[in-house]
């Protein structure tokens, strides 16, 4: 998806600072995932049982995930739309 991304802001019309933005917001989204699934395998290690700890643990770093990802997706709403206004994105 961040490849396809980056190829996208590539082609449109969007400054500089826009491609530039894209692409950190992207590499922001595979840094949360990285921690994410880190976050998960160490508590996973730590115990086979059920904990709320536990859970409460991969949904916050779940979370993070999915507000980098919202983030990344403000971010391209904003850009296309200042692409349609004409407005230099």
Same mark, same amino acid.
């Given at each position: 998806?961040? +490849?396809?991304?980056?190829?996208?802001?590539?082609?449109?019309?969007?400054?500089?600072? &826009?491609?530039? #933005?894209?692409?950190?917001?992207?590499?922001?989204? #595979?840094? %949360?995932? %990285?921690?994410?699934?880190?976050?998960? +395998? %160490?508590?996973?290690?730590?115990?086979?049982?059920?904990?709320?700890?536990?859970?409460?643990?991969?949904?916050? %770093?779940?979370?993070?995930?999915? #507000?980098?990802?919202? +983030? +990344? &997706?403000?971010?391209?709403?904003?850009?296309?739309? &200042?692409?349609?206004?004409?407005?230099?994105?």
């Amino acid at each position: 998806m961040n +490849a396809c991304s980056a190829a996208v802001a590539l082609v449109l019309p969007l400054s500089a600072e &826009g491609r530039a #933005l894209i692409v950190a917001l992207g590499v922001l989204v #595979l840094a %949360a995932e %990285a921690l994410n699934t880190g976050i998960e +395998a %160490a508590v996973d290690h730590t115990s086979s049982e059920r904990s709320d700890l536990a859970r409460y643990a991969k949904d916050a %770093a779940s979370a993070g995930v999915a #507000l980098t990802a919202v +983030a +990344a &997706g403000l971010a391209w709403v904003f850009l296309i739309a &200042g692409v349609v206004a004409g407005s230099p994105a």
